[in-house]
């Protein structure tokens, strides 16, 4: 009898020593929440991960077309009170550009505005408005549509000769060109373009323009295309 319960409990100890591990690793299936190591196994595509990664997506942003800086010659012509040129007789292979637009007037005057602006955070006198320059710049905005984004587009004559050829006179002259995409406000990558060259280095021609001592007078021709790229000349004289 001593024996046979001996036998028993020896018996009872091995399956119950059998049974300890079982439910040591079972436990972790129990649905308890373990925060540490859940998180850290959190799959991907889990509601927090997407968020995250949504607000991680960079937003887009409209491309704007980089200046090219063309050095500005001297003037190589100069007309005089005999012979004054007008307008009309500046290149126009395209035909003349067709009627200005209230958009372009208004882009026109921004221009104007924030040439005037910059030229007073510098301590400097503001340029003045000229109607003949204008009326050539926006001749020669025109004619980049058609001919590409160029000082010397559409006949090869430097800018000065151009700007000499519709029947002004001066001592020094200057221009910049400019090409924005589309935005809405329109205004907005006009300003960005036109900002991007007031920022040049001293020594960039367009800064040189902006910023000058000698030239004194102004005009700014707006064309904006049926794609809404926006293309504007700046002619500067003394």
């Known amino acids: 009898m001593r024996r046979d319960r001996l036998a028993f409990r020896m018996i009872s100890l091995f399956v119950l020593l059998l049974l300890l591990p079982a439910c040591a690793s079972g436990g972790s299936g129990s649905g308890r929440s373990q925060p540490g190591r859940d998180a850290a196994h959190t799959p991907p595509g889990s509601g ?21 800086i063309t050095p500005t010659p001297s003037p190589q012509a100069k ?37 005037n602006s910059d030229r007073a955070a510098q301590g400097l006198y503001p340029y003045t408005w000229n109607a003949t320059l204008a009326a050539g710049a926006r001749l020669h905005s025109w004619n ?3 001919c590409g984004f160029s000082h010397t587009c ?15 006179s001066f001592s020094d002259c200057g221009e910049n060109i400019g090409l924005a995409g589309p935005s809405n406000p329109a205004w907005t990558n006009v300003y960005q373009v036109q900002e991007s060259m007031a920022n040049e280095p001293a020594t960039g021609w367009h800064h040189i323009h902006l910023f000058s001592t000698t030239l004194h007078r102004v005009g700014i021709g707006v064309y904006v295309d049926p794609s809404g790229w926006v293309w504007f000349t700046e002619d500067f004289i003394s």
Do not use: W
Not at 92 to 106: K, S, V
């Open 79 to 115: 007309a005089t009170s005999g012979a004054q040129a007008t307008s009309a007789n500046a290149a126009a292979p395209y035909g003349p550009p067709p009627p200005l637009t209230a958009l372009e007037q208004y882009l026109a005057q921004k221009l104007f505005e924030q040439i």
């Open 154 to 168: 559409p006949d090869g004559l430097p800018q000065c000769t151009r700007i000499a050829n519709e029947g002004l």
């Open 144 to 146: 980049m549509y058609h």
């Open 48 to 68: 927090a991960l997407t968020n995250l990664e949504r607000l991680a997506t960079p937003t887009p942003t409209v491309l704007i077309p980089s200046q090219h």
